[in-house]
């Protein structure tokens, strides 16, 4: 289906956000964004000269409303459990609408390193989880929840959340399960992440 009523560059930007999301990286192809957006591949060339570029600009979109959502979390004052709540949902639901992001980062990771990761630190807007960071320890001190590290603790929901995303592929094969079934999965995935977490910090379990 076709992108309309849009200035050139958007559509693009919106079908490579589609096709990325149902394709991935890998799979996603020149033709097909061009298509879905409603102008040649020559047209799409002139504005994003390779598919690393058009991704690129894709993720910098993504990450500027992945670090905006989550610093609203980050920072909201509300109780610690309603917050972890709160990031698990709004975390899964940025991955589910842009699955190809992990995927993304790890091999800019592995490509540049250092370099990928200044360049994100360097932006006005990028994710600050000190303060929930902050918010744990003081519930830890007031004995008000398991004596954990929270850098541990902020490090396994990020790592709860993003990893499914990562390993889609060989998941997906290993337990055989089409799309719609791994993406209903991944949406009951909140609630488990959610219910894993405040178990394993709650006192008295």
């Known amino acids: 289906m076709e992108i309309k009523e849009q200035s050139t560059e958007s ?7 589609q096709v990325f999301m149902q394709k991935g990286f890998a799979a996603a192809r020149m033709q097909e964004i061009a298509d879905v957006a409603g102008i040649n591949k020559g047209l799409l060339h002139y504005y994003f000269r390779n598919k690393n570029k058009l991704f690129k600009a894709v993720f910098d979109e993504a990450f500027e409303q992945f670090a905006l959502q989550l610093n609203g979390v980050f920072a909201a004052d509300i109780p610690l459990f309603d917050k972890i709540e709160a990031f698990v949902n709004e975390y899964m639901d940025i991955l589910l609408e842009n699955p190809a992001l992990p995927g993304f980062v790890i091999n800019e990771l592995n490509q540049k390193g250092g370099e990928f990761v200044k360049g994100l630190m360097s932006r006005k807007n990028k994710p600050n989880p000190l303060p929930l960071v902050g918010q744990i320890q003081m519930e830890v001190e007031a004995g008000r929840i398991r004596p954990v590290n929270p850098l541990h603790l902020v490090l396994n929901m ?46 008295n379990q």
């Open 158 to 203: 990020l790592s709860m959340c993003a990893f499914p995303f990562i390993a889609r592929p060989m998941f997906q094969g290993i337990v055989q399960v089409d799309d719609a079934t791994y993406l209903k999965l991944m949406e009951n995935r909140k609630r488990e992440v959610t219910s894993f977490i405040l178990n394993a910090i709650r006192l």
């Open 11 to 17: 559509r693009i930007l919106e079908a490579a956000r």
